[in-house]
């Protein structure tokens, strides 16, 4: 859905079926914004922020948390982590468009 969404909003979009996916195409691809999950199976949103954080691709490349979870103390460890931006699920469409518009700053 989030991929559909951004993609008839006009944005070009690579998936990954989880965060080692993630980081694996962050070494070798160049992006303008990352959105990930919290939840995602052999590395969490938390982790794999940290290490795109520490990827010469990654360092400053905006990071959106979409995700179910809403409590402050998991908002603030993604903030710590490097997170941009927190959305949480279930999402609007066009509240995602916009923020990412902003985020791009379109």
């Keep these: 859905m ?3 969404t951004l993609k008839i909003g006009g944005f070009d979009v690579t998936e990954a079926i ?3 996916d993630g980081a ?4 070798t ?3 303008d914004l ?9 590395v969490d949103g938390i982790e794999f922020i940290k290490n795109a954080r520490n990827l010469p691709n990654g360092k ?15 908002k603030m460890e993604g903030k710590i982590a490097g997170a941009t931006g927190w959305i ?3 999402f609007n469409p066009d509240q995602l468009i916009n923020v990412v518009k902003k985020v ?3």
């Design 60 to 74: 400053f490349i905006p990071i959106l948390v979409l995700t179910t979870e809403s409590q402050q103390e998991r």
């Design 34 to 42: 990352i959105i990930s999950d919290l939840n995602m199976p052999k």
């Design 88 to 90: 949480v699920k279930p």
């Design 29 to 31: 691809g160049t992006f």
């Design 18 to 20: 989880d965060g080692e």
């Design 2 to 4: 989030i991929s559909y």
């Design 24 to 27: 694996s195409k962050l070494k």
């Design 104 to 106: 791009l700053g379109c």
